[in-house]
């Protein structure tokens, strides 16, 4: 496994992580038994940066259950805390406290290696840091979490407008960023203040559903040609991106993994695969020999020129 900094908190992540999000919290989709099995294997094979949420169903019993017993120095533990109401308010310091206290009994932790303000909105910032800058201040100081961080929402932030704002507040020190070789506009848009301002890039959904589903993906692609989205109008229309497999690259969710961690700011991309054969897959290619440049370029000619209002390879 690979190894790299986190920004500047002085950790270690293993460039590929595991993702818990709700398809791993819902118990409908694997056993306990298979959970467990899955993040002790994920440990085995030298993952050490695990991301959740209390957001993801069950998923943070069900890792305090998969955990218990592992040497804490073993992984270190992402979680988040919704950081506003149903009306888009800020959520009261008790509420924030109360989450905390929720996640790290669920997780059977002690202390929260990262606390991440979960799906961010960019109007949130200073009204969200304003109501809880003080209680995050208090709770660190109390040891309950490490380092504060903020994910994007994928939905509603497309431009990746909300890590620019919160980094140079020096506020954060990771940045849960939506980056993708369908949709790279991170690099550009979010990733360069992060490196500005020593944030720590974790990476998420680099495969999500296109990557995985070729159906899926060329009917994306032949929507995006329908509306003249620049960029993509030159793809072919039967496996489009075919011409990203190779020796290193066997299936296009390996391509989406090892595009990721070729940017050398991110330091962990989350898989989110309930699969320990996709696991032991996603790890081959986020170690593999860095994706080849005329890959990469090819890559950023195309998607780089798609409108990211309307190409949403996400939101599936
Ligand atoms: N706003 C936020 O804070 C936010 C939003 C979204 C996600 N996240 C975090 O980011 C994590 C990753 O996001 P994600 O779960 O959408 O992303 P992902 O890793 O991009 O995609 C996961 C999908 O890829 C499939 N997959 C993985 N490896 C594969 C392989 N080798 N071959 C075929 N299919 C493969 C998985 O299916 P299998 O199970 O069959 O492998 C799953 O359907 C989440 O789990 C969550 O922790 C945070």
Redesign the pocket.
């Known amino acids: 496994m690979l190894h790299r900094p986190l920004g500047q908190t002085g950790l270690q992540v293993s460039v590929l992580g595991l993702?818990?999000?709700t398809?791993?919290g819902d118990p409908r989709n694997q056993s306990r038994a298979d959970a467990t099995r899955l993040v002790r294997a994920a440990l085995d094979l030298g993952v050490n940066y695990i991301?959740?949420?209390p957001m993801y169903l069950d998923a943070e019993e069900i890792l305090g259950e998969a955990l218990d017993g592992v040497p804490r120095e073993r992984f270190i533990l992402a979680t988040?805390f919704f950081p506003a109401d149903e009306h888009g308010a800020p959520i009261t310091p008790a509420q924030l406290r109360a989450s905390v206290e929720r996640s790290r009994q669920r997780l059977r932790l002690d202390t929260l290696d990262v606390l991440q303000l979960?799906?961010l909105r960019p109007h949130w910032l200073a009204p969200v840091m304003a109501a809880l800058g003080g209680e995050l201040e208090a709770l660190q100081r109390e040891g309950k979490f490490r380092f504060l961080g903020a994910?994007?929402?994928?939905v509603e932030d497309p431009r990746h407008a909300m890590l620019p704002l919160a980094a140079p507040t020096g506020r954060f020190a990771v940045g849960?960023i939506g980056y993708s070789l369908l949709s790279p506009w991170a690099e550009v848009a979010a990733i360069p203040a992060c490196v500005r301002h020593g944030v720590g890039v974790v990476g998420?959904?680099?495969?999500?559903?296109a990557l995985?589903d070729p159906a899926m993906l060329q009917s994306l692609i032949r929507q995006a040609k329908e509306r003249g989205e620049a960029g993509v109008v030159d793809l072919p229309d039967e496996n489009p991106l075919g011409w990203l497999l190779d020796g290193h690259t066997p299936?296009l969710?390996?391509a989406?993994y090892r595009f990721a961690i070729a940017h050398p700011a991110v330091a962990t991309v989350?898989?989110?695969?309930?699969?320990v054969d996709?696991l032991k897959?996603?790890i081959a290619a986020a170690c593999a020999p860095p994706m080849p440049a005329e890959q990469l370029a090819r890559v950023r000619k195309i998607f780089l020129r798609t409108d990211p209002e309307k190409w949403r390879p996400f939101d599936l």
């Open positions: 993702g818990t999000g398809r791993f991301d959740t949420a988040k979960h799906g994910s994007e929402t994928i849960l998420m959904v680099a495969v999500r559903r995985r299936t969710a390996a989406g989350l898989a989110g695969t309930l699969s996709h897959a996603d």
